[in-house]
Nanobody
């Protein structure tokens, strides 16, 4: 089993910044991808950013240039630095680890509002 614990969500004004963290524990072996997804009310869960074992990254077009994903393999942790936040970034953000299956965190709320 794999457990994921997220932190760092909250409320911020447009243009502000937040940093999300996710720590993984459990039976994690072999190469694995870590990432962040989000789900806004009434919408499907969507990819925000993923980072591969070797450090390559992939971002949703809507967050390119504003968000930065990083990982710490020693701590088995993934981070999401979010800058220049917009109202449309409001969502519940979920941490993901992909091994032979997908594992998800409990989600953390990010609200961007003036």
């Amino acid at each position: 089993q794999v457990q994921l614990v997220e932190s760092g969500g909250g409320s911020v004004r447009p243009g502000g910044s937040l940093r999300l963290s996710c720590a993984a524990s459990g039976m994690i072996f072999g190469p694995f991808t870590m990432g962040w997804y989000r789900q806004a009310p009434g919408k499907q869960r969507e990819l925000v950013a993923i980072i591969y074992e070797g450090g390559n990254t992939k971002y949703a077009d809507s967050v390119k240039g504003r968000f930065t994903i990083s990982r710490d393999n020693a701590k088995i942790a993934v981070y999401l630095q979010m800058n220049s936040l917009k109202a449309e970034d409001t969502a519940v953000y979920y941490c993901n680890v992909r091994l032979n299956s997908d594992y998800w965190g409990q989600g953390t709320q990010v609200t961007v509002s003036s």
